[in-house]
Structure formats: structure tokens, C-alpha cells
């Protein structure tokens, strides 16, 4: 998040560096890319923040003779996501319970005062659109690093081949077979879904049995297959392993409906989806993320409670 005195110190750089204007104007699209690379908003801007300062190292003279700023920052920051993306899956073995991506709100009900809210640079908003669904995201998740960052750069950001290539540090030929292997992976477990107005139906239904505690009611709108999946992170109750079926689900969450303490279910946005979240006492506690198949039943449910990953939906 851009502060206003971070806003007024950039302004008055830009006033003796008037490249400088042209190298942040980068930093959406770097940050875009980086979410969507590394599907953590915290470590897409810590990739943005590590980018700025590789260019910024460099001697006026060095920056004069990049051809292309831009090229050389998505480089660089596309290289820093991969590395990253390779020691994250270490990470991970060691992440208590389950890991889900950091889900984002819509930029219009970003809360005043967190990140995106009113007054925050554009800059720091992520666009959301079906490459950051929580579906999409979680797909991402079984790739490789290789694949999902020549997917992302060719597929998404419309990068040519031989430009990948110069990123990824391979052939073009191979990067075009990485990115073929990851849109296989992803058309082998992309699911058809209906219309965010239909699904909103389902989210609000869902939303209306849950508080009224009506298992049946629930059970009519799981998949029997479903399955439900919380990512606490060891920083907040959660179930550890992936709940499945539509009766395990539906009993879990009319428990925690009568066992937990009063609450407030509204109705978000969640990675451009509707989703669900519970406010208690002023903060939001869990942001539901939900895949609907074309049947209008719901096949995932996604709940992230780690406090780590829900600081933009926090008041300031």
C-alpha cells in the first residue's frame, strides 16, 4: 500500500528525475503479474519492492543503457517470482494445514483504510479477472514453476515465446511446450461455471441455509462430491485436511454455526467471484471463496482464516 507521504515523496523525484514517472508507471502491471505468479498479494509486493531496488542499484549511466525499462523490470521481477516459486514449495512442507492463495476483494469494496481502499494509488490494486479466480489459482498451484511462468507471461500477458524464453532462461521451443503442458493441466481440471450473477444466487442461498442452520437446505446446494478446504496457517482454527462430501461439509458448518461466537456473513467479492466473508467485532475473520458447477451446485469451497493473508479486507 502507497501511503500519501510515500505518494508525496515519489512526486517530488519525479521533479529531478523525470524518468522516474515512466519506471513506476511499471509497478500495476509488475505487481499483476507477480500476484498472479506467486498467488501471495504480501510477496508479490515484496517481488515489486525487490525489482525497484535491482533498478535502482544501478548507476545512471547502467539505467541509460537499458533499451526498454519496462522489459528489463518485468525480467527481473519474473525471475525473482521464479526462484520464489521454487523455494516456496519447500515452504510449504512445512505450512501448518492446508494452503490456499491470498484471496483479494473486488477494488470497489476494498475497505478505506487497507490496501486499495479510497486515496491508495492505483498502482497497488490488483485487476481481477478469471486468472485470479480462487479456482484459477489453485490450479497454478500444480504446476511447475517453469510452466506456470511461461503460462503466465504467454497465455495472460500476451509475452512472445522468445521473450519468455530470454525470462525463463530456456529455448522458445521449450517455452512453448511449457506453456502447452500447463494449459493441458489446467483445460484436464477447469470446470464449467455459470455467470457471476447465477452463482451470486448460490452464494446468497448457501449464505441464507448456513444462518439458518438448515442442513437439507445445504445438502441441496453441495455437490455430493464437494469438498471444503481452510487455511488457518497455525495462526487460526482450522480444519487441517480437505473436507469431503456434501454431508461431512454440511454438518461441519452447521457446528461451527452453533459453536461459534455471534458474527456478521456478508456477501463480497472474492478474486472477481461472489464470495462470502465473517466479520466479528470489526474485523473480518474468514473470506469463503466458492466453485460452482453448471448445475448450480457448489464443488469447492475455499475458507482462508490466516490473519497473515487477509490484511487488505482489514480496517486500518
Avoid at 229 to 234: E, L, T, W
Wanted: aromatic share 8%; with cysteine.
Amino acid at each position: 500500500m502507497t501511503t500519501p507521504w510515500e505518494q508525496s515523496q515519489r512526486q517530488a523525484q519525479e521533479q529531478h528525475d523525470p524518468g522516474l514517472g515512466t519506471i513506476m508507471s511499471e509497478r500495476r502491471q509488475l505487481l499483476n503479474l507477480a500476484y498472479r505468479l506467486v498467488g501471495s498479494l504480501a510477496d508479490a509486493e515484496d517481488v515489486v519492492q525487490e525489482t525497484y531496488t535491482r533498478w535502482y542499484a544501478m548507476s545512471p549511466a547502467q539505467q541509460e543503457a537499458v533499451e526498454s525499462p519496462g522489459a528489463w523490470l518485468t525480467t527481473v521481477a519474473s525471475r525473482i517470482c521464479l526462484n520464489l516459486l521454487g523455494s516456496a514449495r519447500s515452504r510449504r512442507e512445512t505450512y501448518v494445514g492446508e494452503w490456499i492463495p491470498e484471496p483479494l476483494p473486488d477494488p470497489a469494496e476494498w475497505i478505506a483504510g487497507a490496501a486499495g481502499g479510497p486515496g491508495v494509488d492505483p498502482a497497488d490494486r490488483i485487476t481481477l479477472d478469471e486468472s485470479v479466480t480462487m479456482a484459477f489459482l489453485v490450479v497454478f498451484e500444480s504446476l511447475t514453476p517453469a510452466e506456470r511462468v511461461a503460462f503466465v507471461l504467454h497465455d495472460i500477458f500476451r509475452y512472445p515465446f522468445a521473450e519468455v524464453a530470454e525470462i525463463v532462461g530456456r529455448s522458445p521451443a521449450a517455452c512453448r511446450q511449457l506453456a502447452s503442458s500447463a494449459r493441458r493441466r489446467i483445460a484436464a481440471r477447469a470446470e464449467a461455471s455459470p455467470d457471476a450473477a447465477r452463482q451470486a444466487s448460490v452464494v446468497r442461498r448457501f449464505k441464507a441455509a448456513w444462518e439458518a442452520q438448515d442442513i437439507e437446505a445445504l445438502l441441496g446446494l453441495l455437490d455430493p462430491g464437494a469438498t471444503a478446504i481452510s487455511d488457518g496457517g497455525g495462526r487460526a482454527i482450522a480444519h487441517l485436511l480437505p473436507i469431503e462430501g456434501a454431508e461431512q461439509i454440511a454438518h461441519l458448518y452447521l457446528t461451527i454455526a452453533r459453536l461459534a461466537p455471534p458474527r456478521t456473513i456478508l456477501e463480497r467479492t472474492v478474486n472477481g467471484l461472489p464470495g462470502l466473508v465473517i466479520e466479528s467485532e470489526g474485523r473480518i475473520e474468514t473470506v469463503f471463496a466458492f466453485e460452482v458447477a453448471e448445475n448450480y451446485r457448489i464443488t469447492r469451497i475455499w475458507a482462508v482464516r490466516n490473519p497473515d493473508k487477509l490484511r487488505p479486507w482489514q480496517l486500518s
